[in-house]
């Protein structure tokens, strides 16, 4: 979240951001963003009987703040299909490995139990299935010998604050589009961006 505020704070910047919303109301980015003159709200799930009025709530707050789109960042919920259509193609999201590799939790443990040579980071577009939807970019970095989850998490995670900011550029300026499960750049099909990042 702060690698996105801090990307949109240039003269020049293509996005916004708008409003920050958490379901925690403890959670550390709510001051963070309030302290950089972002608007933010708690919706907090607990206040709510189901899933389906707990994202009611956030679609009312997305919709009265006149959102365009939907950046998650720590959201740590799953929504309802329905949230996710009605913001089809207008929600991204970053997981921590190269998609569709390691889905769900605990990736960087599982990416040096698989010993693979390369983990890193997905941006895509948001879809019923976890973790699935069409790519926008993908950043890879080196796993090294001695690498233990906290340590290759920290490399990832400074991949994530690359990349998560050029995807939200993309978007804005137009270049991103979706034909189907396929992300269109500049109006041609081609394949992802990935970027390597080495050391």
């Known amino acids: ?16 951001i708008a409003l920050v919303i958490s379901n925690e109301p403890s959670a550390a980015g709510l001051a963070w963003a309030a302290a950089n003159g972002v608007p933010t709200k708690v919706v907090h799930h607990r206040d709510f009987p189901n899933r389906l ?42 997981h921590p490995s190269l998609l569709p590799d390691f889905k769900g939790l605990d990736t960087h443990a599982r990416a040096l139990a698989a010993g693979v040579r390369r983990h890193g980071c997905t941006v895509h577009f948001v879809r019923p299935e976890m973790d699935t939807g069409p790519i926008i970019v993908q950043a890879s970095v080196p796993v090294q010998p001695a690498d233990t989850p906290e340590t290759l998490a920290a490399r990832v995670l400074k991949a994530e604050h690359r990349i998560y900011p050029l995807a939200l550029r993309w978007i804005a300026e137009g270049r991103v589009l979706v034909r189907g499960e396929q992300v269109l750049f500049d109006g041609a099909v081609r394949e992802s961006p990935l970027v390597d990042l080495r050391g």
């Open 53 to 94: 009025a707990f994202d009611a709530a956030i679609d009312a707050a997305l919709r009265a703040a006149g959102i365009q789109l939907v950046c998650l960042a720590g959201f740590m919920r799953i929504l309802t299909d329905k949230f996710v259509e009605d913001w089809r193609d207008r929600m991204i999201n970053i």
């Open 1 to 16: 979240m702060q690698a996105l505020i801090d990307s949109c704070r240039p003269a020049d910047a293509p996005a916004e």
